[in-house]
């Protein structure tokens, strides 16, 4: 949850570390700090804020920090401790030895504190991050390496930490466990991050470090070991995202220009996946012969948007399949539950970053238990693609926004896919739906762009109704899953309350809250639950309700049961979602705005979750 940095070898590495720190802040954002090794010792300069402030602190103090040509630093979400500038990242230890960074949470912090402190070492702060730091100059000898292995060894938890040692100028130590770390070597420098898009700009030659890993970044390139000390052979990953992906551009805000980019995204995964009018999934996805034909379950694991899309991806699977059993797992309770597994299940996991803990952990179950499992990330070379024997990659680009867009247009057009292919396989796919279905995908980048043309009509929505004390958003069927991404997408970067209901389960209790001051959007794109829907909203409006209603063009007696009405492109009926999501993401970045919220960095919020 927090973004790691570290540069030796360079002369400006004071702004390759800023500049990194920069770029992956939204891994976490209420602290930062650099260490910079300077001829005459080492300079932590920390402060509770943006990264923005860190370097116009830096800037400031610029002459104390001239000549360093290594250093490492650190954005934080706090995890144990307040936010403070004692508890920011980097932390040192009391004999000035040690300077370390940390991503994760040390489970026996508080055990290895009470050890260390019955030896009369002062902890100054209140983290579970100073136990590693002080642990480590306790057992350090001289061998580093030693020290590292005895360290990792030692601790319970998860981390990715990165060190530096006050006598060895020129080495950055870095171990893995948990917790995501990239390395790279490039014109005779090494780096580490958390995320890969921090290092693009010097190499797209990346190491991802393995569970259990340690490695050595010297200006000679980066060595490896494992826990126990043995050299370990690597091989780089060539990642081809260019770094002006990670740029905003023209954009006011990251979000808004990743939900620009849908329909190219979705365009890019239509080209990638199929032929003309028929999937083409074989190539990427070498699942056993027959295997398709044997599977009687499917199981579809996330959290949070990524859920979101497994849940729309479950509404098309069983539209075309009704002999599977389909199971929808939030993974953080897929993972504590005595879920069916075996080889007559599929298991897809789904994951934007490859690196969400819960996701990760039940992953491991579902191999455990013998499953064919499949991940579905955006992050090649992502913990979640090295570990799962197959990956279908989300070809979204990189996602820097907080709040999930693209990468959920993305996944949702790649479940798409994967249901076809695996009714295809399995036998029970016409040919006319086949055609259908991708004929109907091959339409939705023009209309997807055809709403986002209409942004001035969401934004006058969007700021007419910022003064509700809430929202509902309601459908049915195909609309459910998109109701909770509206409502989700509210609550992270408006902080506004805002629930999401099948339609027909209003009657059953939420109905009670409504009235005028709490609008309801509701889905109703034409198609045979139209009538019903609207009988619902009918109930809604009946409660002094504002109105939001989306529907399909052409529906204009829908007006009648609104205050306000979005229409939307017809689709395939499976393929609402492509264009449904458009107006919910649009509605909630200019609600946010017209709050003056941290739209690309909301309050209390990572974008990469890899706690518990
Ligand atoms: C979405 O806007 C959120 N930021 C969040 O719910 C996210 O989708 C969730 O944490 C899962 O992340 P992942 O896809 O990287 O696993």
């Known amino acids: 949850m927090c973004g790691i940095m570290g540069c030796v070898g360079k002369p400006d590495a004071r702004e390759i570390i800023l500049n990194g720190l920069a770029r992956q802040e939204y891994r976490g954002y209420d602290s930062a700090g650099i260490a910079l090794r300077c001829p005459d010792g080492v300079r932590n300069i920390k402060i509770v804020g943006r990264v923005s402030e860190l370097a116009k602190l830096i800037e400031e103090r610029a002459a104390e920090c001239d000549g360093a040509a290594s250093g490492i630093g650190h954005t934080r979400?706090?995890?144990?401790?307040g936010v403070t500038v004692t508890n920011a990242h980097p932390h040192e230890s009391s004999d000035g030895m040690i300077t370390l960074v940390h991503n994760g949470i040390i489970e026996n912090a508080r055990e290895i504190r009470a050890d260390l402190e019955a030896k009369g070492i002062t902890f100054v702060t209140e983290t579970d991050t100073e136990s590693p730091c002080q642990l480590l100059a306790n057992i350090y000898d001289g061998d580093a390496l030693a020290a590292m292995s005895a360290l990792c060894n030692s601790l319970t938890g998860a981390f990715a930490l990165v060190i530096m040692f006050r006598d060895r100028p020129g080495e950055i130590w870095c171990a893995r466990k948990g917790s995501p770390l990239v390395v790279a070597t490039a014109d005779g420098a090494s780096y580490c991050a958390s995320d890969p898009t921090a290092l693009l700009e010097y190499t797209h030659d990346l190491f991802f470090m393995e569970e259990g890993e340690i490695a050595l970044l010297s200006v000679d390139g980066c060595r490896f070991f494992s826990f126990d000390g043995e050299r370990a052979g690597k091989e780089p990953i060539r990642l081809n995202w260019d770094s002006v992906m990670a740029d905003k551009g023209q954009f006011e805000h990251f979000m808004r220009k990743e939900i620009e980019e849908q329909p190219d995204v979705l365009r890019l995964t239509i080209d990638s996946y199929t032929a003309v009018t028929s999937v083409?999934?074989?190539?990427?996805?070498?699942?056993?012969?027959?295997?398709?034909?044997?599977?009687?379950?499917?199981?579809?694991?996330?959290?949070?948007?990524?859920?979101?899309?497994?849940?729309?991806?479950?509404?098309?699977?069983?539209?075309?399949?009704?002999?599977?059993?389909?199971?929808?797992?939030?993974?953080?309770?897929?993972?504590?539950?005595?879920?069916?597994g075996g080889g007559d299940t599929l298991a897809v996991f789904v994951s934007q970053s490859g690196e969400t803990a819960d996701t990760l952990a039940a992953a491991r179950l579902a191999r455990a238990k013998g499953s064919h499992?499949?991940?579905?990330?955006?992050?090649?070379?992502?913990?979640?693609?090295?570990?799962?024997?197959?990956?279908?990659?989300?070809?979204?680009?990189?996602?820097?926004?907080?709040?999930?867009?693209?990468?959920?247009?993305?996944?949702?057009?790649?479940?798409?896919?994967?249901?076809?292919?695996?009714?295809?396989?399995?036998?029970?796919?016409?040919?006319?739906?086949?055609?259908?279905?991708?004929?109907?995908m091959r339409l939705l980048p023009a209309q997807m762009q055809s709403l986002l043309e209409r942004e001035p009509e969401i934004k006058a929505l969007a700021e007419k109704y910022s003064g509700s004390k809430g929202y509902f958003f309601i459908g049915r069927r195909e609309c459910v899953p998109l109701t909770m991404e509206g409502a989700l997408k509210l609550k992270?970067?408006?902080?506004?309350?805002?629930?999401?209901?099948?339609?027909?389960?209003?009657?059953?209790?939420?109905?009670?809250?409504?009235?005028?001051?709490?609008?309801?959007?509701?889905?109703?794109?034409?198609?045979?639950?139209?009538?019903?829907?609207?009988?619902?909203?009918?109930?809604?409006?009946?409660?002094?309700?504002?109105?939001?209603?989306?529907?399909?063009?052409?529906?204009?007696?829908?007006?009648?049961?609104?205050?306000?009405?979005?229409?939307?492109?017809?689709?395939e009926r499976e393929l609402f979602s492509f264009v449904g999501v458009i107006p919910l993401q649009l509605f909630a970045y200019h609600t946010a705005k017209t709050l003056g919220r941290d739209i690309d960095m909301p309050r209390n919020l990572a974008k990469s979750v890899t706690v518990e």
Not at 77 to 81: E, F, R, S, V, Y
Not at 322 to 335: F, M, Q
Not at 383 to 406: C, F, M, N, Q, W
Request: hydrophobic share 45%.
């Open 77 to 81: 979400w706090a995890t144990h401790g």
């Open 280 to 340: 083409d999934m074989e190539k990427s996805l070498k699942l056993p012969d027959g295997l398709m034909k044997r599977i009687r379950r499917v199981q579809l694991v996330a959290c949070g948007t990524s859920h979101y899309a497994t849940l729309a991806a479950k509404d098309i699977i069983e539209s075309l399949d009704d002999s599977l059993d389909i199971r929808v797992e939030v993974a953080s309770e897929y993972r504590y539950r005595n879920i069916p």
């Open 373 to 440: 499992c499949v991940a579905i990330t955006n992050v090649r070379g992502s913990t979640i693609d090295r570990e799962v024997e197959h990956t279908l990659l989300s070809l979204a680009g990189p996602e820097i926004g907080v709040a999930a867009t693209k990468t959920f247009t993305a996944q949702i057009a790649l479940l798409a896919l994967l249901a076809l292919h695996l009714t295809k396989e399995r036998g029970v796919l016409s040919a006319r739906d086949e055609a259908r279905l991708i004929g109907g």
């Open 492 to 571: 992270e970067i408006a902080y506004l309350p805002s629930e999401a209901y099948a339609a027909g389960e209003m009657k059953h209790g939420p109905i009670a809250m409504l009235d005028e001051k709490l609008a309801v959007v509701a889905l109703v794109p034409e198609g045979d639950l139209r009538e019903k829907t609207l009988s619902n909203v009918e109930e809604c409006r009946a409660r002094n309700a504002p109105i939001i209603l989306l529907v399909t063009e052409g529906d204009a007696e829908a007006r009648e049961f609104a205050s306000d009405v979005v229409f939307i492109p017809r689709t």
